[in-house]
Structures are given as structure tokens and as C-alpha cells.
């Protein structure tokens, strides 16, 4: 019997990725930045996955597959599409049954999702029409300090005394967080500062969804240690690690309801 | 007008009179000497506004883009409908009316009423005081706001508008409002006959032109659902909640993820919307005694549980599998009634989704999100 695979594809706002798996787990993955063409992207990232496996040439070879992420319904070839906040529980339940609360934050906004014991979705709540506190808002941040991101974070966990930085709208913050430097704060604590900010803003959306351990934060924001360290903080509780790339969550969720629903026509 | 037989064409006819405030069939009224007045809110009784030569007009704000003019008078926590009217009112696009007639329902269109009279003058305008109590001396009180709305009216239009006159504008109203109830009672149905959105842009367009003049368009609405024999697949049957919502375009975005939506409770919708007024004793008494009564809107006092219970209620009756609750942001009445609401639905058993808006229907792709992930949440 030839071997099944099982693709999910998260077009996010930033970047594509696609997981396969198999009836065992993951197989393999693939996250690259965004076309233009959500279509594009998906079949970009697809391809680049696909040359991952052997036994697959091209993305018809798979079994099925399910779309996700803003750019979800542009995927014309995925047999089915569902919703990244539902992709989101799944793919972190995959990862750990015993995860309960998701900070999902992604390119373009914030989502609060609370999980089921079966990995479906309870509650969610999400960020409303604004950048602050997406990765769009750390991107913006970091170019004041002139740094990658990955600088930015590391940065701000050698605080000491972050300053309190008060703006949420990613423009005023701007404002705000260049007027800091000009006074000649320290960058560790302005960075620190807008860390215990966007933390705050993530607390507040996990509070009206519910907060129930273990509580895990997925999409590419996930990589910043210092948004982690400062979410700590004010959950006061350690954010549980997954096992997969925080970022391919959503990606990874899509593979599994591919999977259950080739399982499903199959019965 | 044009044939309309088929749902497409009679839907695209609907929509073109909710284009403009000012459309084809208001125009047609006025040529015939008939006097437009625009209103805000539901509490203002619509066979008062339809006496003689008169006719109501539910004022929406299509086409805005924007309102700096706007922001300019009003503070920055007034809602974006507020804000819409008056920007269209400052572009001069209800200077076609002969008049408005405000209640003083909430802040927010207190403060139109306000700016309105130092911006842009009405020929006519009047506001309704209504009281936030339902008892014998709110009853009394406001059948004497009434009495003084008759009055201004009459005397300014040279308008006969005695208890005969008012009754049969109760009665031609009942009429119409019976035929549309049968219609939204067709939502009960295992599988809807029309849309949501198809029934929104019915009840819109109905509020948006003189009824006397379409008529037959219920009618029509009906014959052409029977016609077409279906209105495609979905995956679970809403019920839409909330303060103005005047937009079909937002139903279509709900419908477009996998929603039906089967039964609707905002200002605009059928719930309480199409019950009648009462049609025997005095008519100024029996449109009071329909405000207080039947009107249910969350800036009354001391009825929360009378109405959530109507909403569990409808919800029951139209076999809707989730409420989904929208509210203009800012908007003091409804904020606060669906923290509330929120909590006694799920009690009641029933999935809720709250989503906060702007008046004017944008962020789609989040409305998307949030409708597709309610849906499968509820695992449908």
C-alpha cells in the first residue's frame, strides 16, 4: 500500500508555511516569506516542502490537503479550509493534549484561544483592527533600534528597570519610543518596556477568553524570548515550550484536520 | 418598474434603492407631492410619520468613507453611525427631507440632534422624549410627547392628523408588516427558502422608500423564493443580535463563511420590529403602549431578563445553532446589554459570538475569520 501524506498551509500576512505529515507525525515543513498572490505563496511553500519528502513530487501526491491562515480561501487546489484559530488549537493540542490557553500571534494580529479537551476551539478573542502587538508592530520596533528582531528580544531581557511605555497604537508607540531614546534611556529598558506592553495587551485578551494551564503562545511572535519572559511575568506561569517551531503551528494544526478528514471520507 | 420575477433581479433592484438616500422611489414620492421625514431610531412610530402625505425614512449613511467633517463636532466616543448621518447631513445628502424626528434614545443621537440644529437647520425637527420606565406615568408621559409630535407635525405640513387619520395609517401599516412576518415566519423552515442577506436587504429597502409605493414587494419577495426553490447549502443557522445594523452587505459577509441567518434582533430587523400596534382604542395610547411594551430596546429599565428571555426564545422558535451579537462600538445602550446578554445566552445553552463593529461594514477578512472558526467551534 503506498504510504499517505497529509499537507496543511498557513498563508499568513508575512510568510507561508506548510507542514506534511504522515500517519505517524511530522514528516517535514517549510516557512518562506509571502508573494503577493496568496495562491502564489501557498504554492511556493508547498513545493519547497514537497521537495522535503521523497515518495512526493508534486502537490497532488498528497493525500489531502487544508488550507489556512488570511489567505486560506485563495488556495484553490486545498480540498478544504479552515479556520487559523481553529488550526492554531489543533496544532498545539498535536503538540501537548494538556495545552488549555493559546496566545496566537502572528503577522497582522492577536488571538486569545481557549481549548477543548478534544483540541477544538471553546473561546477565542481577537485583537481589533490595529497592529499593536502583532509582529508587524515588533518589526516597526525593532527598525528604531536598528536591530533584527532577534537582537530586539535578546536586548530587552538585559533590563534591569524596564520604562514603562504607555502607547498601543503602533504609530504613537513609535513616537513615543523615539522620544525615550533621545532622552538617552538605556535601548534594554525601552525594549524591555514595549516587551511588558505587548504582554499586557495579550493578558488582557487571554482574560476574556479564560486562562487555564498550560498556557502556550504559537505564531512567529512566539520566537521572541523576550515577549515570552515578560508574558511570564504577568500570567505569573511559565509558558509551556512545544515540540514543533511555534510558528508552523497553525500550519501544522491544517495538516492534522487533513488528515481527519481523509480519515473521514475513507470511513 | 421592472419585472421582477426573479430573485437576482429583485435583489438588485433592492439594493440600488439602498445605494443613496436618496433613491429612485423617494424621488418618485416627492414628485407626487409627498413629504419625506428621516428617523433614527425604533422607537419612533412609523404610522405617525406615514400620516397623509407624510412618510418615514430610516436614515442610513451609504457610500461614507469617511467622517473628518464629522469628528470635527463630535467627541471622540460618539458611535460611528452618529458620526456617519452627520457627515452625510454636512454633505448636504438629506437636505431632500422635509424634516427629522429624533428620540431621545441615546446620547449619541442627541448629540446628532444637537449639531444638526447649529450645522445644517432642519425645515422641521422634533425629539421624542421617551421615558426608561414602563409603568402608568411613563405611559401617560409618553402619550403626551405624542400628542405634541401630532401636533408639530399637523401644524407645520397643514396635515390632518386626527385619531381617524393615525388609526388607518396603524391598520395600512399592520398590513404590510403581517405580510412580512409571514415571510420571515418562512425562516422556520429545515431549509430557508431566501438568505439572510436577501431578507436584510428587503427589510432595509422597505425602511428606505415610502412603503405605500413598493407595496408589492413583499409579495413579489415571496412568489420569487417560492420560484427558485432553494437558497443553496450552509452549515449552521444564526441569529444576528444588536443595535443598528443596516447593512446587508454584513449579513452577506456571515453567510459567506457557512452562516444562515434565520432570525434577527437589532433595530433595523424583524424582531420586535414587525409586531403590530394595537388597533382598537386611541391610536396615539395604543403606538405608547406599543414603545413601552413591545419595543424591547436595552435602554429600558429594569427588563433584562424579559429581554434576553424573548431572544432564548427566538432563538428556540427559528432553530438558530448560535447567536451572534454585533454592536457599533461606543454604543453605550448596546455594550452594556451584551456583557450581560452575553452570559444569559450561554447559560440559556446557546453558542454565542460578540463582535464589535463600525458602522460601516470593513474588516472583513476578520469577520471571516471570527464567523468560520464560530462555526467550527460549534462543530459544524
Not at chain 2, 419585472?3 to 434603492?17: H, I, P, S
Request: include cysteine; glycine fraction near 8%; hydrophobic fraction near 40%.
Amino acid at each position: 500500500m503506498t504510504k499517505k501524506y497529509y499537507a496543511g498551509c498557513d498563508i499568513g500576512s508575512t510568510t507561508g508555511k506548510a507542514v506534511i505529515i504522515d500517519d505517524e507525525g511530522i514528516v517535514a515543513s517549510a516557512i518562506i516569506p509571502r508573494e503577493i498572490d496568496p495562491e502564489e505563496t501557498a504554492r511556493l511553500s508547498l513545493s519547497r516542502v514537497i521537495e522535503k519528502v521523497s515518495g512526493l513530487d508534486n502537490i497532488s501526491d498528497v493525500a489531502y490537503l487544508v488550507g489556512t491562515g488570511y489567505g486560506r480561501s485563495e488556495i484553490s487546489f486545498a480540498q478544504e479550509n479552515v479556520s487559523e484559530i481553529s488550526c492554531h488549537a489543533l496544532g498545539a493540542f498535536f503538540c501537548n493534549p494538556a495545552i488549555k490557553t493559546i496566545v496566537d500571534i502572528g503577522g497582522q494580529d492577536v488571538k486569545g484561544i481557549a481549548v477543548n479537551e478534544d483540541g477544538s476551539v471553546l473561546e477565542f478573542a481577537m485583537n481589533d483592527k490595529c497592529a499593536a502587538g502583532t509582529g508587524r508592530f515588533f518589526e516597526a520596533m525593532s527598525r528604531i533600534f536598528r536591530l533584527e528582531l532577534d537582537d530586539f528580544s535578546e536586548i530587552s531581557l538585559k533590563s534591569k528597570s524596564p520604562l514603562s511605555v504607555t502607547a498601543q497604537c503602533s504609530v504613537f508607540a513609535e513616537t513615543e519610543v523615539i522620544s525615550l531614546l533621545a532622552q538617552k534611556n538605556l535601548p534594554a529598558d525601552i525594549a524591555a518596556g514595549i516587551q511588558a506592553a505587548v504582554a499586557k495587551r495579550c493578558f488582557t485578551l487571554l482574560k476574556r477568553v479564560g486562562i487555564r494551564p498550560e498556557v502556550t503562545v504559537t505564531g512567529g511572535c512566539a520566537k521572541n524570548r523576550g515577549l515570552l519572559k515578560a508574558l511570564e511575568g504577568i500570567l505569573k506561569e511559565e509558558i509551556t515550550p512545544l515540540s514543533v517551531d511555534p510558528q508552523l503551528m497553525g500550519a501544522l494544526g491544517a495538516a492534522v484536520y487533513a488528515r481527519r478528514l481523509a480519515a473521514s471520507l475513507r470511513v | 418598474m421592472r419585472v421582477l420575477l426573479k430573485m437576482n433581479n429583485l435583489q438588485e433592484y433592492l439594493a440600488g434603492l439602498l445605494d443613496d438616500p436618496c433613491n429612485e422611489v423617494v424621488e418618485q414620492a416627492v414628485a407626487y407631492g409627498m413629504i419625506p421625514l428621516g428617523y433614527t431610531c425604533s422607537l419612533i412610530p412609523e404610522p405617525v410619520l406615514s400620516a397623509g402625505r407624510l412618510f418615514p425614512l430610516r436614515l442610513r449613511a451609504p457610500g461614507v468613507s469617511g467622517t473628518e467633517t464629522a469628528d470635527i463636532y463630535l467627541s471622540s466616543v460618539i458611535c460611528s453611525y452618529t458620526r456617519s448621518l452627520l457627515e452625510l447631513a454636512l454633505d448636504s445628502k438629506y437636505d431632500f427631507l422635509k424634516g427629522w424626528v429624533f428620540a431621545a434614545s441615546c446620547d449619541h443621537l442627541r448629540r446628532l440632534y444637537d449639531n444638526l440644529g447649529y450645522l445644517n437647520k432642519p425645515e422641521f425637527s422634533f425629539i421624542l422624549d421617551v421615558p426608561h420606565k414602563n409603568n402608568e406615568a411613563a405611559m401617560e408621559w409618553l402619550e403626551l410627547e405624542l400628542e405634541k409630535l401630532r401636533t408639530a407635525l399637523s401644524s407645520h405640513f397643514n396635515i390632518d392628523m386626527s385619531d381617524e387619520v393615525i388609526s388607518t395609517s396603524i391598520k395600512e401599516n399592520n398590513i404590510m408588516l403581517a405580510e412580512l412576518r409571514s415571510i420571515g415566519d418562512m425562516r422556520k423552515e429545515a431549509m430557508p427558502l431566501f438568505t439572510g442577506t436577501e431578507f436584510h436587504r428587503l427589510m432595509m429597502a422597505l425602511q428606505a422608500a415610502p412603503r405605500k409605493l413598493l407595496s408589492d414587494i413583499p409579495g413579489r419577495f415571496r412568489d420569487a423564493a417560492l420560484k427558485r426553490g432553494g437558497a443553496g447549502k450552509f452549515r449552521a443557522r444564526f441569529m444576528i443580535v444588536g443595535g443598528e445594523l443596516d447593512d446587508p452587505a454584513y449579513t452577506g459577509v456571515i453567510e459567506s463563511m457557512g452562516g444562515r441567518v434565520v432570525a434577527d434582533r437589532y433595530c433595523t430587523g424583524s424582531f420586535p420590529g414587525l409586531e403590530p400596534i394595537s388597533e382598537s382604542g386611541k391610536p396615539l395610547a395604543a403606538i405608547a403602549l406599543y414603545i413601552l411594551e413591545k419595543n424591547r430596546c436595552p435602554r429600558m429599565m429594569e427588563e433584562f431578563d424579559r429581554r434576553a428571555d424573548y431572544i432564548i426564545n427566538i432563538a428556540r422558535e427559528y432553530s438558530a445553532d448560535g447567536i451572534i451579537i454585533q454592536t457599533i462600538k461606543f454604543c453605550d445602550t448596546w455594550g452594556v446589554e451584551s456583557s450581560l446578554l452575553v452570559a444569559a445566552l450561554r447559560d440559556a445553552g446557546i453558542p454565542v459570538l460578540r463582535l464589535e463593529r463600525e458602522y460601516r461594514t470593513g474588516g472583513e477578512g476578520q469577520l471571516r475569520t471570527r464567523v468560520q472558526a464560530f462555526i467550527e467551534s460549534m462543530k459544524k
